[in-house]
């Protein structure tokens, strides 16, 4: 492609640009052959970007896009296709944010909760296990602070990948209500 598939979508460099290159990659990998919705977007972006105003822009992509057997249908149906490669993409992010969610979160409080069962077991020993005790119990006051740090750090990942989808999303939609009342 002439431009970059980046260039489709606004404000890009103010998301995560791990979203972003994870969405992106997600569309390429999925773009379909010949002149589609990329391809669209693309030449209106290149419209727009030389002072065309909007209408005009999509009428002319559109109407280049016909040359190479694009229609109105092809257009909309391809837009949905890229939109529902974005929706398995957050349904699979989703289940893999669970997955870590219960790694990294529930099993360090089933760690937690063992940490302290030892430790009141230990407690009612003699005092040669003491120096043992002291080191479970190092252990766990840091487990608090390891899952609050692991929960945010995923909770961030989430909420930079639920913006940058959110956004994404809706520029598909803005298109698709766009193209429905210009087309």
Known sequence: MARSITEMFADVDKLDRKSVAFLLK???????????????QQALKGLMGMNMDKETAIRSAFTTGTTVGLTKEKLISTAEHYRQILLKEKSQFDAALQKQMAQRVDGRRNEKQTIAQKLETYRQKIKDIESEMAKLQDRLDRTDSEIEAAKEKIQDTKD????????????????LNTLNNVL
């Open 26 to 40: 997600a569309i390429e990998e999925n773009n379909l052959p010949g002149f589609d919705y990329l391809e669209f």
């Open 160 to 175: 930079k990948f639920e913006t940058t989808f959110q956004s994404f999303v809706q520029e598909i939609e803005k298109d």
